[in-house]
C-alpha cells in the first residue's frame, strides 16, 4: 500500500508543476488537477481580488483530517495527493487552491478530488475577502466552524 501526500499553505503563489512533479508515477493512469482560480465575479460584483486569510495549523489540521477520511472512505491501495492553499492577496486568474490525485483509475480519482473540495469548502478555516472595482472589500460569509 502506497500513500502519498503533501499538505500546505503558502503565502506565495502557488504553481501546478510542484503538484504535478510530486503524483506522477507510472503507478498511476489517472491524474486529476482541481486548480481553483480567482474569478472577476461575484453575486453580481465586478471582483478585482481577493484576500484570503486563515488559521494555518487549524488550515493543515483540517486539511489532514479531510485526508484520512477520504482515505478510508475510498480504501484505494496506492494514491498520491497534493493540496495547496495560498494565503494573502490573489488577482484575477491566480490560482488559490491546486488539488492533485494520481491514483489508478479515473473514477477513484475524481471521487477522492472532489470529496476533497468539497469537504474543504465546508470546512477549513479559510476567510475570503473580495476586493471590487468600485475600491470596496468585503469578508464574504463562511460555514461556521463545526466542533465536537
Not at 54 to 62: F, N, Q, R, T
Not at 121 to 133: L, M
Request: hydrophobic content about 35%.
Amino acid at each position: 500500500m502506497l500513500h502519498a501526500k503533501i499538505i500546505d499553505i503558502s503565502k506565495e503563489k502557488i504553481d501546478i508543476a510542484k503538484a504535478k512533479k510530486f503524483i506522477i508515477s507510472s503507478k498511476y493512469g489517472a491524474s486529476i488537477y482541481f486548480v481553483g482560480t480567482v474569478r472577476d465575479q461575484n453575486n453580481n460584483k465586478k471582483v478585482t481580488g481577493i484576500t484570503y486569510d486563515s488559521h494555518d495549523a487549524l488550515v493543515i489540521k483540517s486539511f489532514e483530517e479531510i485526508y484520512k477520511e477520504a482515505e478510508t472512505k475510498f480504501k484505494l491501495e496506492s494514491i498520491a495527493v497534493f493540496i495547496e492553499h495560498i494565503k494573502g492577496y490573489a488577482a484575477l486568474g491566480d490560482t488559490s487552491i491546486i488539488i492533485a490525485v494520481g491514483c489508478k483509475h479515473r473514477a477513484q480519482a475524481y471521487e477522492f478530488s472532489r470529496y476533497i473540495i468539497e469537504e474543504i469548502k465546508k470546512r477549513t478555516p479559510i476567510w475570503k475577502k473580495e476586493h471590487y472595482t468600485n475600491e470596496e472589500s468585503v469578508w464574504l460569509k463562511g460555514n461556521p466552524i463545526k466542533t465536537g
